[in-house]
């Protein structure tokens, strides 16, 4: 019996179908960089702690350095370059610009997903419950204080589509 036998299996991805032959182990977060060339999604400390890799599955915030692609299998994934409506920036997106919610842009992406995630679950009414749901993702160039006036613009304005 040999270990290396890829699967293959459905990937649904901003909207488009994309069937993958991987190997079992392979995360998520390699499948979309690696396979699909959808590198927005960035590779930070890939053992789940800095929150670069967020993406939103079915609508809710992952880390998809820690899942595995095929435990994804027919869900709806969205990445950073499926946030915004065509040349349309998602709220998010321009709040972020308006607040300069970035340095190096790095943390961006997950930032931004794992947000948009956070304001669907209805949870942060306030500054503080938004820095305490928005903890798992680290800035290191030190813009928290724009990332979460972007965020709480967004929220106090009602429009998070």
């Not at 798992?136 to 160039?141: E, H």
Request: net charge negative; with cysteine.
């Amino acid at each position: 019996m040999t270990l290396t036998h890829p699967n293959t299996i459905l990937l649904k991805v901003n909207g488009i179908e994309h069937r993958l032959n991987i190997l079992p182990w392979v995360s998520l977060l390699d499948a979309l960089r690696e396979y699909l060339d959808l590198t927005g999604t960035k590779k930070g400390c890939d053992h789940g702690q800095c929150g670069a890799c967020t993406v939103l599955c079915d609508g809710k915030r992952i880390l998809s350095c820690m899942t595995l692609a095929v435990m994804k299998e027919g869900a709806q994934i969205t990445t950073i370059e499926g946030i915004a409506d065509g040349d349309s920036l998602h709220p998010l997106q321009r709040a972020f610009i308006e607040h300069d919610g970035f340095q190096c842009g790095y943390c961006t992406p997950g930032q931004i997903c794992s947000a948009i995630g956070m304001i669907k679950e209805g949870k942060a009414k306030n500054r503080t419950d938004v820095k305490e749901l928005m903890s798992g993702n680290l800035c290191r160039c030190g813009a928290n204080v724009g990332i979460i006036d972007a965020i709480m613009e967004v929220i106090e304005g009602g429009n998070h589509e």
